[in-house]
């Protein structure tokens, strides 16, 4: 699990637990919120913790790796202060008392980190199963307003968020290679090969445009929605970059059901609409997106069990598409 963080044991987790915390504490000594209490959420890209005021206000404290390019993070910013004015209700950076909006800071023993603050989302985040038909089509809109609001997005020079592409995914193939028997026997994935060869074939055939490639949020799935009044938001941006439209498409109903994923598409398309050969790549794209989530959880000690358990449907998504078979819209049989 390639985070920036230790945490492939469970001394190291509590370790960076305890370093992060630190540093937490450390980091809005730099800010003017006049904080009361402050939650651990999770370690992801970041390790993030709410932070709650004495009036009851809201923040995102995030807590980034020193190994992190800051320019990654302030470029991230920047995109997302760019969606904002044209009016999407997005997470919103606040600065420190510099005025700056990525901030240094370390633990007790000096080790380095560096943070951002950010206004709080609220809404409630729901799991796929409460989901009813029209707030799948709301996020499928959501999204495509996203990609609408994006193409004409200006990047500044010295901005640097990561490309989701050919090179990425060879990267993510060549470690789920290296650390595949965590939880796929060698005969099994036999079949993650002859999936991914024909998805990096395939890829390697798109033609990019403004219309089906920019920046994306490339990590949409349903944990990082939330719904307030029946209306969907996004959250948590750190991992977007540059991509094809699909490719953010294809991230997100990875995990919903397969009649979700057709009321996405419907939503995505009362507000963009999608080109003839669109189910083909995205196809080729949740392929790419099922080895990249393997891949980027491999060395997790932690997912290996739950990893081992959806082993049989992944076996069947693969299986139908190196035969060719549709799969996205229809339930597949699993052995």
């Known amino acids: 699990m390639n985070t920036g963080f230790r945490i492939d044991t469970e001394i190291n987790r509590r370790q960076t637990l305890r370093q992060t915390k630190q540093a937490a504490l450390n980091a809005l000594q730099k800010y003017e919120a006049d904080w009361s209490s402050i939650h651990f959420i999770q370690v992801s890209e970041h390790v993030t913790f709410r932070i709650v005021t004495g009036e009851g206000e809201q923040f995102l404290l995030r807590i980034h790796p020193a190994s992190k390019l800051r320019e990654e993070t302030v470029s991230e910013l920047e995109w997302l202060s760019a969606l904002k004015s044209k009016g999407l209700n997005l997470p919103a950076a606040v600065p420190d008392r510099q005025g700056d909006f990525v901030t240094e800071t370390a633990d007790n023993d000096g080790q380095r980190f560096y943070s951002t603050l950010l206004k709080w989302i609220e809404g409630e985040r729901l799991e796929k199963g409460a989901l009813t038909e029209e707030a799948v089509r709301k996020m499928g ?22 490309t989701w592409g050919s090179q990425s995914f060879h990267r993510d193939w060549a470690h789920l290679r290296q650390h595949h028997r965590h939880f796929i026997a060698d005969e099994a994935f036999e ?17 990019s445009h403004e219309r089906n490639f920019g ?29 094809y439209h ?84 229809q339930p597949l049989e699993v052995s």
């Open 141 to 162: 809109a959501m999204m495509a307003k996203l990609h609408e609001a994006s193409s004409d997005f200006n990047p500044s020079s010295g901005f640097a968020r990561p």
């Open 191 to 207: 079949l993650y090969a002859k999936a991914a060869a024909k998805a990096a074939d395939r890829l390697g055939t798109f033609t």
């Open 215 to 243: 920046m994306i949020h490339a990590d949409l799935h349903i944990g990082n929605i939330v719904f307030r009044d029946d209306e969907p938001y996004p959250i948590d941006f750190g991992r977007c970059g540059f991509g």
């Open 246 to 329: 699909l490719y953010d498409m294809a991230q997100s109903i990875m995990g919903l059901y397969p009649s979700q994923r057709a009321y996405f598409i419907e939503g995505y398309e009362r507000v963009r609409q999608m080109d003839d050969e669109a189910i083909p790549k995205l196809e080729c794209f949740f392929i790419i997106a099922i080895v990249e989530a393997y891949s980027f959880h491999a060395e997790n000690p932690l997912e290996t069990e739950g990893l081992i358990e959806e082993q049989p449907y992944a076996q069947a998504i693969l299986s139908a598409y190196v035969n060719g078979t549709p799969f996205l819209f």
